[in-house]
């Protein structure tokens, strides 16, 4: 008979990272971090100490929110809308062929690579700088935003797609070939019908993504509601700012009930 | 004499919809066409942009070539600066977002009240672009790193007590229980009844999010809020473009890193 250890009298907490040294390993290393960081990070403590009662004072300025130029308010917000509504379609309708060819079984090798580096590359990229280059090329106004959010969510759904074609079951991809189907015809009746829920699902999201983003490309100014507030906070009309903030809060969380909504269904 | 087989016959072509569903499927199809329409006519797009659109790219992409490298050691520190922002943003956001998850969580909030005050706060913190919280957070502290922290932890403190709240309201009644029969407190229970079993989540997450805000810090500079930002904007500003296309190539690597880091961690704890 073996004799069995006897078991510890007082319980440890698990190390969380496998063993203790690892654990304390990585509680210096963060530790280590934070110091190294603060220390760099150049900060003008006055200001920042002084942020405090300007900060109240900002707060009595915003309350209570200021809703009477709603029709300034509601201008932004259409457009807002619009925006993200016209982007998600003409994002759907470019990240089809971009989904295409970004797909290793479908495209042939230097298309596969070229788009596959041309999502990374425009996935990196923030949309506030992307709609700096289409503000420099096209004025000021919501054509760069609607650009911008276009082009965003053509890479994002692009990137998605392709990742949904790549996983398709070969079945009846082979079986729609054996019948002699060009290839047209193969991505239209045994690939699309395998990835069109999810596609659909994912350009509801996307829409309901866009109407988040739409709200901030106006910083750089490329239309929507995002410029109105940027000009309020640029004209110190806190009680406005504290409006709009208002508005996009309701908007967003109604587009996310929304899309949400439309997504349990189409499950 | 011919039987017939059942009371109707197959139809001799094959449809894939039925005609109630395709009509479904048009009527789809035109309102989103319709939605569109008055998208696009609302706008007022100014189409002569459109026409020589393709020449101002050119124009712009020979402006950036060469690069001018010799620009790139300036800004190594702003570079360091911007994921010092995502990093610490992302640590308090993490702190913040425990008793946030705590409080909206319908299993562990204390009564339907201040669950709807949980909520409320992650659909605000949600909402609310970094960008913009940026705005406000330059308004109360200055134009700097702070403002930029406090932006980052705004934003991702909702994110990250979502996610959480979410776990928590998935936990395994089980252990709970367990703590629970130990004559354990609410607060006891949590520690140790709850919180390890969403620590893989807790984690998971904040990681996930560590890497989306690096690339969000990367254009808190545009309002102020330090970080690289700050001087792709005066790049652009001052029309250096061939300085612009040294700070777009050094985003680009510092975001791609964050995010293979990051993978890499996720792989590994999952």
């Known amino acids: 008979m073996h004799p069995t250890p006897s078991p510890a009298t007082v319980w440890r907490r698990p190390p969380l990272f496998g063993s203790l ?43 209570p929110p200021d809703f009477s130029r709603w029709q300034l308010l509601m201008n932004g917000m259409v457009e807002s809308v619009q925006m ?8 759907v309708l470019l990240s089809i062929p971009l989904g295409i060819a970004a797909a290793r079984n479908l495209a042939p090798g230097p298309l596969y690579l070229a788009a596959r580096g041309f999502i990374v590359l425009g996935r990196t990229l923030h949309e506030v700088i992307i709609a700096i280059f289409f503000v420099k090329l096209f004025g000021f106004g919501p054509v760069a935003g609607l650009l911008t959010l276009a ?27 054996a019948t002699g189907a060009g290839f047209g015809q193969v991505v239209v009746y045994s690939i699309v019908p395998q990835v069109l829920a999810r596609a659909v699902g994912l350009a509801i999201y996307r829409l309901d993504a866009n109407l988040r983003h739409s709200t901030v490309v106006g910083i750089v100014g490329a239309g929507g509601i995002g410029q109105t507030l940027s000009a309020s906070f640029a004209r110190y009309e806190y009680d406005f700012s504290l409006a709009i903030l208002l508005s996009i809060i309701a908007l967003v969380a109604l587009g996310e009930w929304f899309s949400d909504w439309v997504r349990r269904r189409l499950r | 004499m011919v ?26 199809s035109a309102a989103v066409a319709f939605a569109a329409a008055w998208s696009v006519s609302a706008l007022d797009i100014e ?14 992409a020979q402006r950036m070539w060469p690069p001018r490298w010799s620009y790139l050691p300036l800004i190594v520190r702003p570079l360091i600066e911007t ?14 977002s425990v008793p946030l998850a705590f409080l909206s969580a319908r ?29 406000v957070f330059v308004a109360i502290f200055g134009p700097g790193p702070v403002a930029g922290i406090c932006a980052v932890a705004a934003r991702s403190v909702g994110f990250l007590a979502k996610m959480l709240a979410e776990a928590i309201e998935e936990a395994d009644r089980g252990p ?18 709850v919180l390890p079993q969403v620590m893989p989540v807790l984690i998971g997450t904040t990681v996930y999010r560590w890497d989306i805000n690096v690339r969000e810090s990367s254009v808190l500079g545009f309002v102020g809020a330090g970080g690289i930002g700050l001087y792709l904007y005066a790049s652009i500003n001052q029309f250096a473009w061939q300085q612009v296309l040294v700070v777009l190539a050094a985003i680009l690597v510092i975001v791609l890193a964050s995010e293979a880091l990051s993978a890499w961690v996720r792989a590994r704890i999952s």
């Open chain 1, 21 to 63: 040294w690892r654990q304390r390993l990585a509680v210096a290393a963060v530790a280590g971090y934070l110091v190294w960081s603060t220390s760099t990070l150049e900060v003008n403590l006055e200001r920042v100490l002084a942020g405090f009662p300007r900060a109240l004072d900002m707060f009595a300025r915003m309350v």
């Open chain 1, 84 to 91: 993200a509504f016209a982007a998600s379609l003409a994002g």
């Open chain 1, 151 to 177: 082009f965003a969510s053509a890479i994002f759904l692009g990137k998605m797609i392709a990742e949904d074609i790549e996983n398709v079951r070969p079945g009846p991809v082979e079986a729609v070939r």
């Open chain 2, 3 to 28: 039987q017939r087989l059942g009371t109707k016959t197959a139809p001799l072509t094959w449809r894939r919809r039925s005609p109630a569903q395709s009509a479904i499927l048009w009527l789809w």
């Open chain 2, 47 to 60: 189409w002569a942009f459109f026409a020589d659109a393709h020449e101002q790219a050119v124009d712009l």
């Open chain 2, 83 to 96: 994921i010092h922002i995502a990093t610490l943003g992302t640590a308090i956001a993490l702190v913040l």
């Open chain 2, 107 to 135: 299993n562990t909030t204390a009564n339907g009240f201040t669950w709807a005050i949980g909520r409320a706060l992650l659909v605000a913190s949600r909402s609310v672009n970094t960008v913009i919280w940026g705005l």
């Open chain 2, 176 to 193: 709970i229980e367990a703590i629970e029969a130990t004559g354990a407190g609410t607060a006891q229970v949590y520690l140790f009844g």
